[in-house]
Each structure stands twice: as structure tokens, then as C-alpha cells.
């Protein structure tokens, strides 16, 4: 009788381990592709899918980006996007505002084929400051850059030419963005001349370089993320999706 029960109580133990190991498995993948985002995409359509193997910063080293972003621009970009519903995750634009206006700070990003599309230039909105914008308003008539995620929409002909319009995603942050006019578009002052200290400034719109303006606003047009980066405070203190 006892040996009976023994070999019950040891029968059901092991069933319940073997439970609990397959359980405790899964529970450590999703625990480490939770915050961490690790749960990097496989290539689906639209959609760039994390997996256990693939962290955030082993794509940022595969994309070669370590001369190009800091490391945080980049995982803030990435890591928002996860939490942001209905946008293609193929390709996410990173404009970084940390920079000064006469170095390349406008990156477009294949995250499907780990390269990236475009490297250039991009004006900031003239009160927003001289080289490297320090004050960000989501005010029309403001005339300042806003920071944050966007999302790309359709395409039209306006005064500045091909432009692209943008849904600014954070509220209170950049969600006047349709209001305001603000869109991607193509300009010849969009480049620096030579010695300059600054480039030229904008109404608050990312104009970049006319000769590739078409190009880009193609590449990531139709629902697409464009997140703008700034370390300046309020945004830091205010976004809930860095």
C-alpha cells in the first residue's frame, strides 16, 4: 500500500515537473521579449517580427549605425514603435534632433533588410533655435519643431512641392501636426554651404535635400513612423512611448 502511494506521489511529481519546466520555458521568453523588446519579427509583409535571438542592440550593431545614432535615439525609436497600433514596421525613420543642423540627422531605416535607405540633412522650425533646436511647440503659428512619433500618411502637391503629411501620435506633444501644416517636403536650403555653422530653418516642418526628397517621401510614405529625438526635458518627462 505505502509503496503504491509512493509511486504515485513520484509519478505525479514528475508529470507536474515536466509541466512546469515546459511552462517556466515559454514564461522566460516572454518575460525577455516583454520590456526589452527581444521579441524581434520575422519577416512578415509589413511587419519586422523580434525574436529571443535578436535584441535591439544586436540589430542596431548589424545596421552598422554606431557612427550614424546613439544607441538610446535608436531604442527609443524602435521600443516606441512596438507600442504603437496600425503602422508598417518595415521601415521607421529617425530624425535626430541632438545634432547639430550641419551633420546628416535625418535616417531612414530598412529594419526588414538591416540597411539603411537614406542618410541626409534636415531643417528644424526657425524658433526652435540656431543649430541644435532647444525649444519644441505643438502650438500653430509657433513656428517650432515638435518631437515625437508620427505617423506618415498620403502624399500631395503643394507649395513647396511632393510633401508628405504627418499624424503626430503623442497628445499635447505633436498632435497638431495636421493643424500646423506639418509635413516632410523637399527643399533647396535643406543643405549646408560651405563653413556655414548652421543650415537654414523651417516653419517647424523636417524639410530635407530637394534632389532626394521624392525618393525618401516614397520610401516612407502610407503609414509609416517617423519619430522625431530630443533629450530636452519636458518631451523626456511627457511621452509615454520612450
Known sequence: MVKNVIFILLTLA??????????????????????SIDNIKVKNGNSF???PNNSIENLYNELNLRNKIEFTTFSNAVSGMKKIKGVKEDIITIVDFTK???KERFFVIDL????????????????????????????????KSSPGFYKTENTYSGEFGYSLRLDGLEKGINDKAKERAIVVHGSQYAKPKPGAKRLDRSLGCPAIPKEISDKVINKIKDGRLLYIHT?????????SLI
Open 231 to 239: 533629450n530636452e526635458k519636458s518631451y523626456v518627462q511627457n511621452s
Open 14 to 35: 514528475s508529470s507536474t515537473m515536466a509541466s512546469m519546466g515546459s511552462y517556466s520555458i515559454n514564461e522566460k521568453l516572454n518575460l525577455d521579449s516583454a520590456l
Open 100 to 102: 547639430p543642423s550641419v
Open 112 to 143: 526588414k533588410n538591416k540597411k539603411t535607405l537614406f542618410s541626409t540633412y534636415v531643417m528644424h522650425g526657425k524658433n526652435s533655435g540656431e543649430s541644435i533646436p532647444k525649444e519644441f511647440s505643438n502650438v500653430v503659428n509657433s513656428f
Open 49 to 51: 517580427q523580434f525574436s
